[in-house]
């Protein structure tokens, strides 16, 4: 099972929506970079997850699939 591990982060305008930053530790542990995918899900509790393109093209041809039927 992963550390759970807690921080504060500020919230900061970008555009027109808002952000955070990751934390390096978290960015380096999950061998993410610049430009790669990240899947969000929220309801009272923000999740994040790597979202890799092999992972994204199956879920999309998924979604093509059932619009077909």
């Not at 430009?35 to 092999?54: K, Q, S």
């Amino acid at each position: 099972m992963a550390k759970v591990r807690k921080d504060v982060r500020k919230l900061f305008r970008l555009g027109n929506s808002y952000a955070i930053i990751l934390p390096k530790e978290y960015v380096e542990a999950k061998g993410l970079k610049e430009g790669d995918l990240v899947e969000v899900i929220f309801d009272d509790w923000i999740h994040v997850a790597p979202l890799n393109e092999e992972e994204l093209a199956q879920r999309a041809e998924k979604a093509r699939e059932a619009l077909r039927t």
